[in-house]
């Protein structure tokens, strides 16, 4: 029984027919037979009430409303190519947006080879990167100025979303040659005395860390201070004292700035984790995003636990 409706099989075995000139060809382009073929040409005819074909044996020549009608396919095969770029542009996040903020060392490190990975992927998408201290990022991000972040957290963060990614312990820097770079762990007691650049105050990290050497009883002499893991780890390959920070920051700051690195007891821990405005609801390239990030973030953190600390050097010598 013929269909009453006019169906999208009808209408690409009609101009299969048209673009191939016969049946059987149109059949072999469309991966079928060419009996189902000529079934739906016959209730295409049916439906439309009027001939679309002239038949002579087994040649087709189209009618004059065979072929008007055939106009106004191939301008639906057009619209419907069009949604088909669109579709894949908005699959591929085409002249999209994203912004996102991170400390410097982690926005020079981390979140560029992250943003490099991303783009291998999405070249279409303009990813911004905002740089600045941990307050500054956090009203970024609150504000939601940002749409996400890339932290590494020794405290609490109200008023935005986190996602931790992965906990790791502080690590102790010494200018190379340090008389404490021949030990292979440091504990509190091998700072008494030293001088010390620390974070800035009234931070949540620096409070932790001062915690650490109240509770050991042991006195060190802060020498300067400094909000960036980066900034303290240029002084101290400059010489100017020893300190603690993230293990990851260090492990960029190792061939930078001349520094030895060394596990510390007991364990200061702080987060990595991925932050999000609050209550917002995720778009879907926030989400691709963030997997790409916690991807490249667990990557390397296995590699940063699987590679020993820096070697101590055989010789090593004592500032005067």
């Known amino acids: 029984m013929a269909s009453s409706r006019m169906g999208l099989r009808h209408i690409e075995a009609f101009r299969a027919v048209m673009m191939t000139g016969s049946m059987t060809a149109a059949a072999r382009s469309v991966h079928t037979s060419q009996p189902h073929i000529s079934r739906l040409i016959a209730q295409l005819e049916a439906i439309t009430q009027f001939a679309l074909f002239d038949r002579n044996g087994s040649r087709l020549t189209p009618t004059l409303d065979g072929a008007r009608f055939y106009q106004e396919v191939e301008k639906t095969f057009v619209g419907l190519a069009g949604l088909e770029s669109a579709a894949a542009g908005i699959r591929s996040f085409s002249a999209s947006r994203l912004s996102v903020a991170a400390m410097p060392r982690l926005a020079g490190g981390l979140l560029a080879r992250i943003v490099a990975r991303f783009k291998t992927e999405y070249p279409d998408v303009m990813v911004s990167i905002h740089s600045g201290n941990a307050s500054t990022v956090h009203n970024w991000i609150s504000s939601g100025f940002c749409d996400m972040g890339l932290a590494m957290l020794s ?36 700072f008494a005395g030293e001088p010390f650049v620390a974070f800035t105050s009234s931070t949540p990290l620096r409070d932790r860390i001062d915690r650490v050497f109240t509770q050991a009883k042991v006195e060190r002499q802060v020498v300067a201070e400094a909000g960036l893991g980066a900034s303290i780890s240029a002084m101290v390959g400059a010489g100017l004292g020893v300190s603690l920070i993230n293990p990851l920051a260090a492990r960029e700051e190792y061939a930078t700035h001349g520094v030895e690195l060394r596990p510390f007891t007991p364990a200061v821990p702080v987060t990595v984790a991925l932050l999000f405005p609050p209550a917002h609801t995720r778009s879907r390239l926030v989400t691709v995003f963030a997997r790409y990030a916690r991807e490249l973030m667990l990557e390397e953190m296995a590699d940063l636990r699987a590679r020993p600390t820096p070697a101590r050097r055989a010789s090593p010598r004592t500032p005067g």
């Open 155 to 190: 405290g609490d963060a109200p008023g935005i979303q986190v996602e931790p990614v992965m906990a790791m312990n502080c690590v102790a820097i010494m200018p190379r040659g340090h008389r404490l770079a021949r030990l292979d762990r440091i504990k509190p007691a091998d």
